[in-house]
C-alpha cells in the first residue's frame, strides 16, 4: 500500500505542477488582454487629439493629419481584432485553468483517500499483534505443532 500511496504522492506533484502551469498561463493571457485594452485607448485617445485641433496651416499639413487619422483608423481595427483573439485566448485559458484544479483536486482526494486507508492498515496490524485472543490462538497453534 505504501508503493501506491508514493505514487499517487508523485502524481499529485505532477499535477500540482501543471496547475501552477496554468495558473501562469491564465495570468499571462489575462495581462495580454490588458495592454491591447490599453493601447486601444491610447489610439482612440490618439485619435481624438489627431481630429481634435484642426488648423489647417497648409495643405501638407491637412494632408498629414488625414493620413495619420487613416492609419490610426486601421490601427484601431487591427487591434480590435487582436483584442478578440486575445480573449478567446483568455477564455481557453480559463476552462485550462479549472481543468488542471479539478483534476488536481480530485487526484488529491484519491491521494488522502488511500493515505488513510494505508494509515488504518498499518493501526489495524499493531493492534492485532497486540491483541490478547489473537496471541492465544497462536500460541494455541504453537502448542499443537510442538505436540506432533
Known amino acids: 500500500m505504501k508503493s501506491k500511496v508514493k505514487g499517487l504522492q508523485r502524481i499529485l506533484k505532477v499535477r500540482d505542477t501543471q496547475k501552477k502551469l496554468k495558473e ?62 486575445a480573449r478567446q485566448d483568455f477564455a481557453h485559458a480559463e476552462r485550462q485553468n479549472l481543468a488542471a484544479r479539478t483534476t488536481y483536486e480530485s487526484t488529491e482526494k484519491l491521494f488522502r483517500s488511500n493515505l488513510k ?20 490462538g497462536n500460541n494455541k497453534r504453537k502448542d499443537c505443532q510442538d505436540d506432533w
Open 24 to 85: 501562469i498561463a491564465l495570468a499571462k493571457a489575462h495581462n495580454h488582454c490588458a495592454v491591447l485594452e490599453h493601447n486601444k485607448s491610447r489610439i482612440k485617445k490618439l485619435h481624438t487629439e489627431t481630429l481634435g485641433n484642426v488648423e489647417a496651416v497648409d495643405a501638407d499639413m491637412l494632408s498629414a493629419r488625414m493620413e495619420l487619422s487613416g492609419r490610426l483608423v486601421d490601427a484601431e481595427r487591427s487591434i480590435e481584432a487582436s483584442i478578440e483573439t
Open 117 to 136: 486507508k494505508a494509515r488504518k492498515a498499518e493501526i489495524f496490524k499493531t493492534d492485532i499483534r497486540h491483541n490478547i485472543l489473537y496471541n492465544i
